[in-house]
């Protein structure tokens, strides 16, 4: 067994905090905004101009001129404000983002991330990653444990296009979740297994070079 994409977004939620501003990339990440706890307020930010997002609308509410920067429709909140995409990056280049989760293809041992190209593929650009892993204070990846050929994604040297080095601060995928000390302090800390994963799962699947620091309550998260 091991984490659905719903539950590592759910895993991923609890990086939240009250009044933080949060950036949510595209495809896995943005169903972390279905888990903001209740009564949190979290302030999201899309790179195409907007600051404060509301939820996914219903087909009825549906406003084609509202939409975050994968493209996807969203509604608006009563704080909501729009500005041009120029500016909506001078946020994220002047550190005024908390925390960004983004999806990754391979990310090692030492922080670095790759999501945004893969070698003969077509690709239409990084978008605004290269930005938010530079900008925000605090990065958080959400992916599988491993790809679609059965290769890990926890590597100890990306062999894809880096979006940056030594940028990720923790990892949550299907199998658990890893904090990385990306100013090179200490080595990749296993923290929280995902329910019915093993450590000798963790072993098999992960290229990388970590530690095992569990608290036992995170044994059978």
Not at 71 to 76: A, P
Not at 86 to 93: M, T
Not at 169 to 195: Q, Y
Request: proline share 5%; hydrophobic share 40%.
């Amino acid at each position: 067994m091991a984490w659905t994409r719903e539950q590592i977004a759910a895993r991923a939620a609890k990086e939240l905090r009250e009044g933080f501003y949060a950036n949510l990339g595209i495809g896995l990440p943005t169903h972390v905004a279905n888990y903001i706890p209740e009564g949190m307020k979290v302030i999201l930010h899309s790179e195409n101009g907007m600051l404060g997002m509301g939820p996914f609308p219903y087909e009825d509410e549906i406003d084609p001129d509202l939409t975050n920067a994968g493209k996807q429709t969203i509604s608006e909140l009563p704080y909501s404000s729009y500005f041009s995409s120029a500016e909506s990056f001078n946020i994220v280049r002047g550190g005024h983002l908390d925390l960004t989760i983004l999806g990754g293809m391979e990310v090692s041992q030492h922080g670095d991330l790759a999501n945004w190209m893969v070698p003969g593929k077509m690709a239409k650009g990084m978008g605004g990653a290269m930005d938010l892993v530079a900008g925000v204070k605090r990065c958080v990846v959400v992916m599988e444990h491993i790809n679609k050929d059965g290769e890990p994604k926890l590597v100890k040297k990306c062999s894809l296009p880096l979006t940056g080095m030594r940028v990720i601060d923790m990892v949550i995928t299907s199998h658990g979740v890893f904090e990385i000390d990306k100013h090179g302090n200490g080595p990749m800390r296993l923290i929280e297994l995902a329910k019915g994963v093993t450590l000798e799962d963790i072993r098999a699947h992960t290229d990388a070079d970590y530690i095992v620091a569990l608290n036992e309550e995170k044994v059978a998260a």
